[in-house]
Every structure is written in structure tokens, then in C-alpha cells.
């Protein structure tokens, strides 16, 4: 009995995590349009949206302008609050060192991650500073929720690029 309902309480807990990387994607689409990497973020208090963000650092021209900074930084606002204590993040792509940091100075609790980035995510790939044990707040996490359409979203983004490299770079030898 105990164990079914463990079950059902996880299987919720997937569909909604779902939902909101869905959520997610559809920030990842606003920075793909400006040509930005695809990558989307949704923060949630109690069951309720409170912040969207998505990449902007060419746009911006800002270094800081990551699709998790950009949410913290309005859900701080609408909390009046630089503490997110009870959110959760959701970001399609696993968050780099500079957006780990800030989870956890944030106080979120909790992080849902999309896709791994195996070259500089640091919620697990190559660290997880999310829950370094030292640290005076560590952050649950979940990894892989619609990993494949995450993942698709950023495949076809980079391929994009390097075949419109190649074009360019095949057009600039026909000029000379």
C-alpha cells in the first residue's frame, strides 16, 4: 500500500514537473527567435508561476544575462525578496557554475534540470555545486524531465550554426 502510493505521489510529481519544463521550452524558443542558445527557465511558488526567463547574453551584451539569472532576478522582485525559499527552478539546459551559484545563494529549494551539459553544467556533470555539503544551503535535484526535447532543442540550434558557419565561410572563398 505504502509503496503504491509512493508510486503515485512520484508519478505526480513527473506530470508536473513536465508541465513546467514545458514551461521552460517555451522561454527556450523566446531565446532561439533572437538567435540566443535555446535556453529557458520557469520559477514556481506554490503551484504558481513567478518568473520566466531565458537566454539574452548576446542581446544584452551581458555575460550575466543567463535564462536562471534573469528569472532569479524577477522572482526576487515579485517576492520582495532576494530569498526564494519554497521555489523551484526549471531550466532546460543544467545550469553553469555562475547559475548554480546563485540557485543556491537564493535559497531555492529545489532544481529540475532538462538536459546535462556535460562540458560545463555544474549540477552534476562536471560538479554539483548545488549540494556541496559545506555550503550553508544545498539544493534538491532532479535531472532528465523531457530530456530528449531539451536536448533536440540545443542539437538542432548548434547544428544550425555550424552549417551557417560553413555557408559563410564557403561563400567568403567563392568572393575571392
Not at 536562471?68 to 545550469?95: F, H, M, V
Not at 555550503?135 to 535535484?141: E, I, T, Y
Not at 547544428?159 to 568572393?175: D, H, P, S, T, V
Request: aromatic share 4%.
Amino acid at each position: 500500500m505504502r509503496q503504491k502510493q509512493e508510486e503515485e505521489r512520484a508519478a505526480e510529481q513527473k506530470k508536473t514537473d513536465e508541465h513546467y519544463m514545458r514551461l521552460a521550452l517555451q522561454q527556450a524558443r523566446r531565446a532561439q527567435a533572437l538567435g540566443e542558445v535555446p535556453i529557458g527557465c520557469v520559477i514556481v511558488k506554490e503551484g504558481e508561476v513567478i518568473a520566466r526567463g531565458y537566454n539574452r547574453r548576446n542581446t544584452d551584451h551581458n555575460t550575466l544575462s543567463h535564462a536562471e539569472l534573469n528569472a532569479i532576478r524577477k522572482a526576487s522582485r515579485k517576492l520582495q525578496d532576494w530569498r526564494l525559499e519554497g521555489c523551484t527552478i526549471y531550466i532546460t539546459l543544467e545550469p553553469c557554475q555562475m547559475c548554480s551559484g546563485a540557485i543556491v545563494q537564493s535559497r531555492i529549494d529545489r532544481c529540475v534540470v532538462g538536459a546535462m551539459n556535460p562540458k560545463a553544467g555544474c549540477a552534476g556533470s562536471v560538479m554539483n555545486l548545488l549540494q556541496v555539503k559545506g555550503f550553508n544551503h544545498q539544493v534538491d535535484l532532479t535531472t532528465g524531465i523531457l530530456e530528449e526535447a531539451c536536448s533536440q532543442m540545443l542539437s538542432e540550434f548548434f547544428r544550425k550554426l555550424r552549417q551557417e558557419k560553413q555557408e559563410k565561410a564557403a561563400g567568403n572563398l567563392l568572393r575571392q
